[in-house]
């Protein structure tokens, strides 16, 4: 697919695999509350247990910034596993102490070895060449099934990947880079994103980089406000990002040249003296909050689907953690779900409000990951990928 081995393409029995997975999943009270990402990896798991490899499971949670944090430890995923895995699943504290070296001695082919938040240690994130080597003593074949850190360029995403020879990825990320691949390629047409959220800082790329793939351009959220402002509209005391007022105008006039159809609210839910409040974009006062899209855009946004063979979204259109202001996002989410096309969401905010309305499964993928996806769609070479082509 992208030149990339899978796990199915490696000969791993009796071997040491390193698979790099997500656990990064909320915790409370030790009680993993969703374990969906845990769930996403089982596939790659289970295929090395039943190929008799001996399986090193690798992870971050949080950001410990180097430092040995309890409430950051993976020992909850350590007993979630147990419960889950039909096998017998180990757990190493530390992976530079000298009980590293016994532990991975008697790990037995089908067996399982997590190792502790890998952000305890600070050569993680510098990518230090000697975290490197010694997570290298895990590895006969190294598997990074984590699209979702794979922007990054830490120690157990490339460094270890650089040392070993026989590498490539899991049926997760297999997954994801089909269809984002797809995205990036030769979508079905029409291809109609839309994008959200509270930033266009952060999506000025990805924006640029679609314009020439999509038929029509959908925003919202608190970005909308800004390209509301490029308008000429305006937006009261509304989240918005004046300094890239101008970039916003420059997309408005790239997209019209590209023959992309860009649709912004034409009404909006304000938050007015402490109330909600339904207004036009010419009744915004200038006290007035905007944190939804109306029941005129949602009308509008949900017409102008219509008729889609490819979807990307990407950012909520609202405050939807906020009653009354998740009416937008939701609406718009449904619609999505129920169109016979190829949908694709990316996003922790964007998941977290799927898992609310409960559509998850009515969508063609759901990417965990969110600054992958973006650099991912803005056509960059993601350095845990790139790592395994060499």
């Known amino acids: 697919m992208l030149k990339i081995k899978t796990i199915r393409d490696i000969d791993i029995k009796g071997k040491k695999v390193f698979i790099k997975v997500d656990f990064n999943v909320p915790i409370s009270e030790g009680k993993i509350v969703d374990d969906s990402r845990i769930i996403a990896s089982l596939p790659t798991i289970d295929y090395a247990i039943k190929s008799s490899a001996k399986i090193i499971l690798c992870s971050h949670l949080g950001r410990p910034k180097g430092k040995r944090m309890p409430e950051f430890s993976l020992k909850p995923v350590y007993e979630y596993l147990k419960k889950l895995l039909k096998t017998p699943v180990k757990f190493l504290e530390d992976v530079t102490g000298e009980e590293a070296e016994k532990v991975l001695s008697e790990l037995k082919e089908g067996e399982v070895l997590l190792l502790e938040n890998i952000r305890f240690y600070e050569g993680e994130t510098k990518n230090d060449p000697e975290l490197a080597k010694t997570l290298a003593k895990f590895a006969d074949v190294f598997i990074n099934d984590a699209f979702s850190v794979s922007h990054r360029k830490h120690a157990s995403v490339v460094g270890v990947a650089e040392l070993i020879k026989e590498k490539g990825i899991g049926f997760q990320m297999e997954k994801e880079l089909k269809y984002l691949s797809k995205i990036v390629g030769k979508p079905d047409r029409p291809f109609y994103a839309i994008v959200g959220g509270s ?62 159809k860009i649709y912004l609210p034409i009404d909006v839910v304000v938050e007015r003296n402490g109330e909600a409040k339904e207004v036009e974009l010419k009744e915004v006062k200038e006290n007035d ?83 992958a996806f973006l650099e991912y769609l803005e056509g960059k070479e993601l350095p845990g990928l790139a790592v395994l082509r060499k």
């Open 199 to 260: 930033k266009v800082s952060t999506k000025i790329g990805v924006l640029k980089n679609l314009l020439n793939k999509i038929d029509k351009l959908i925003i919202g959220g608190a970005m909308g406000n800004t390209f509301l402002a490029a308008k000429g509209f305006s937006v009261g005391s509304s989240v918005v990002e004046e300094e890239f007022i101008e970039v916003a105008k420059e997309i408005i006039t790239e997209a019209k040249e590209e023959g992309v």
């Open 289 to 371: 909050k905007i944190f939804d899209i109306g029941p005129q855009t949602i009308e509008f946004f949900s017409w102008s689907l219509e008729g889609a063979k490819t979807v990307v979204w990407n950012g909520p259109l609202g405050y939807f953690e906020k009653f009354p202001f998740h009416k937008g996002t939701f609406a718009i989410a449904k619609k999505i779900a129920s169109l016979p096309a190829t949908t694709i969401a990316g996003g922790g905010d964007t998941l977290s409000a799927l898992k609310v309305v409960g559509i998850e499964s009515a969508f063609s993928y759901v990417s965990t990951a969110g600054g």
